[in-house]
């Protein structure tokens, strides 16, 4: 266990099982509710596909300003909009690119990476330490934990409530990152061959959406193995932020405070590229996470 990220390996093989069925049961719960609902139709053209994307995106931004889910700069719009994608054919797309042609804004919320760093570049942080990218800048569980927690809290708050059916795609998301971290653990600790792990991968994908071509199994499987902790950085660091935000909760409601959403993702963007550990004390006071640190 490193001094700044609180978790064993028992520990991340236990929250990404509990992720991995979470996820699964939870879309098959949304399936349900859902069934009397048209089936989302993928855009089947690029023009079809640029509307749609220029759609989703304004869609995200309006959401986050009017329901003041955080603070908006100016030039948050233009840092999302550069990364909005392209038409790729159905026989040709790879997992995310099969989720973006139906609805893009599940991914266009993890796409809150482009925020962070447009952040860094418009306002560096004052204190020089906090100012530069480390050297696990967006690969850590800050960034990744929270461009992933994100997708859910965005659901959670209604960003779908236009069209419910999109849900399914937040929880086939979840679903399989829980799955390809699951499998890296296992690879590092030398109890599956890379192959192996991309099996769980794949099959723990629902809808298929892992088997439709071989290249991006293969990638992030090589990825991960080559840096233990970033494949499940994305669900450890969403259960470390979601931990901050309980114990920012918490805080407010014995001080008798509201709470905010926009308070607690305002001052975790204003406080740099910290361990989550950190910025949880940081915020909350709460030291349990980092009273090992340094021993």
Known sequence: MCTWYPLTWEDEVMLLKRELARAWSSLKLEEHRNRKLPELVAVDSPAAYDALAK?????????????????????????????????IPAAQRNFFWITVHYDPRPLYSHFY?????????????QNEIRRAPLLYNIFDSHNEGIATAVEEMFMQAGLYDDNPRV???VYIMLAQRAARGLGSLYAHANEMTMD??????????????????????IFE???????????????????????????????????????????????LNSMGNI???????EMTGVDMQIRGMGK
């Open 113 to 125: 990476h482009w925020f962070e760093l447009a952040l860094m570049d418009k306002e560096p942080h």
């Open 167 to 169: 849900r399914e795609i």
């Open 55 to 87: 759609r989703s995106a304004q869609s995200l931004m309006t959401f986050l300003e009017q329901e003041e889910m955080m603070s908006i700069k100016d030039y948050f719009a233009p840092a999302l909009d550069v990364h909005l994608g392209k038409f």
């Open 275 to 281: 361990p989550v550990s950190l910025g949880h004390w």
């Open 196 to 217: 192996e792990a991309g099996g769980i991968h794949s099959e723990y994908t629902p809808r298929g959406w892992m088997k439709t071509e071989p290249e991006l199994r």
């Open 221 to 267: 499987q090589h990825l991960y193995l080559r840096q233990p902790g970033y494949g499940t950085s994305y669900l450890t660091g969403k259960y470390l932020i979601e931990n901050a935000m309980t114990d920012f909760c918490k805080s407010k409601e014995g001080n008798k405070a509201p709470f905010q959403i926009k308070d607690f993702l305002d001052q």
